[in-house]
């Protein structure tokens, strides 16, 4: 189970949000809303650890995340805005080492099948400079098909993909959510996704 | 997990040559350019030499240090660093070594013979590949400190110069210095030795000062 507690951001001299409530269960999807500016991103790093929050805290089942390090980081997944696809690299090699990072490490069958689930087949092994926007993010996201987390956190997944692709990113994201695993996520499509508990969170 | 992000770095310089050369031909240019400049008067020549090759080095190792973390911060790897349940010390000492491996390893290779420009006799040679060897894995493991906490700022090439030369100046001394007390006959075996601590304090201290400062610079 994921809480926050009267989360507060501050950047620079701005307060962007305060008091911000929530706890997420196993099965449950979160949808962060707000305009532009309004701390979506910066709610996210915190959730994923990577900012503190100026006030406030965030707890993985009772436990404070900080304190969890990488027992959390092995529970938690986080694709940001950028997407961690290196340009040098081929599809297939970007998503083994990202995965390994991600503390899986998957043979070369299993990226090929992941990639290929995405819709990448036949493009696994050119190098990721020469991939679309779409398809980029389409190698980032087959992470999630193996990492074998449970918290997902997405900070706009949808971005430059097609509607088969969201498709799929949907399908993708329900089956997480039956098989007990939570989603947290900023997205500014409409998205329909079935989930026995969803929540919005309005920033303000 | 540690030989993954070695194997992905080499990789990585291994499909842009480019930025790999840039260091070692810097390294070689400079220090072939001394004696064209100083002209050839052998015993000046020889007294210069352990000077000239171990500062070359020493700026060759710091003009490579804005790549180390750079293109990852760009594209978002480094925050899944920072996200793994690995420990983070040991990627960045995977990442430090990658770094070595690129840039350190041909400088050594290149310096017995880049030392023949200077008259160096065969043990000196020696002396001073054996100090290199055991110096400029130092500088990467210091360098990365450095690059981690000027991460994303504006200038940071120059302020990285700033952070991290006061702490390659005992490498440079002792460096360099090695090879001076081997040709007036005292022996290298002290100025090594110190090198050798060196470069295990900075293993032990470096990739974990590293973590963190990448952390903070990613807050």
Redesign the interface.
């Known amino acids: 189970m994921l809480q926050g507690c009267n989360l507060e951001c501050v950047r620079g001299d701005r307060r962007l949000f305060r008091d911000v409530n929530f706890s997420l269960e196993a099965g449950g999807l979160m949808q962060v809303q707000g305009p532009n500016g309004s701390g979506k991103t910066s709610l996210l790093r915190m959730l ?5 929050p100026a006030h406030g805290e965030i707890l993985w089942n009772g436990a404070e995340i900080r304190s969890l390090g ?2 959390y ?2 529970v ?1 997944t ?1 694709l ?10 081929t599809a297939i ?1 970007n998503l083994r ?2 995965s ?4 899986i ?1 998957i043979d070369e069958n299993k990226a090929h099948e992941a990639l290929q689930h995405m819709g990448l087949g036949g493009r696994e092994l050119l ?1 990721a400079k020469v991939l679309s926007q779409g398809q980029r993010r389409r190698v980032t996201l087959a992470r999630l098909l193996v990492c074998g987390t449970v918290l997902w956190i997405l900070d706009e997944p949808l971005t430059a993909l097609d509607t088969a692709a969201v498709k799929l990113v949907q399908g993708l994201m329900e089956r997480h959510l039956e098989h007990g695993g939570m989603i947290v996520m900023t997205t500014h499509q409409e998205i329909e996704i079935t989930a026995i508990a969803t929540q919005r969170l309005q920033l303000a | ?1 540690f030989f ?1 992000i070695i194997r ?1 770095d080499l ?2 310089a291994m ?2 040559r480019a930025d790999v050369l840039t260091t070692l031909f810097f390294f070689i240019i400079v220090v072939s350019l001394f004696p064209l400049g100083v002209g050839p008067e052998m015993n000046m020549l020889r007294t210069m030499a352990p000077g000239v090759v171990w500062v070359a080095a020493l700026l060759a190792a710091m003009l490579s240090l804005g790549r180390m973390f750079a ?1 990852d911060h ?4 480094l ?9 983070l010390p040991l ?1 960045v000492l995977g990442k430090a070594l990658a770094h070595w491996l690129v840039t350190g390893v041909p400088l050594v290779l290149m310096a017995p013979v880049l030392g023949i420009q200077y008259d160096l006799p065969v043990d000196a040679l020696l002396v001073l590949t054996i100090s290199l060897l055991l110096g400029t894995p130092v500088l990467s493991l210091i360098g990365a400190i450095g690059a981690a906490l000027t991460l994303g700022l504006r200038g940071g090439g120059v302020l990285v110069s700033l952070l991290v030369l006061p702490l390659y100046i005992p490498v440079l001394i002792f460096g360099a210095g090695a090879v001076e007390a081997s040709a007036a006959g005292l022996g290298a075996g002290a100025h090594m030795s110190l090198l050798g601590a060196f470069l295990l304090a900075s293993l032990v201290l470096a990739p974990w000062t590293t973590a963190i400062s990448l952390r903070i610079s ?2």
């Not at chain 1, 390994?100 to 503390?103: E, P, Q, R, Y």
Request: proline share 4%; aromatic share 6%; hydrophobic share 40%.
């Open positions: 994923c650890g990577l900012a503190a990488g027992d980081y092995a938690m986080y940001g805005h950028l997407g961690g696809v290196k340009d040098d690299l090699e080492i990202s390994a990072l991600g503390g490490e190098p | 997990m993954w992905r990789l990585l499909r842009r293109s760009l594209d978002g790897t925050e899944q660093m920072l996200l793994s349940p690995q420990s990627l990613m807050e």
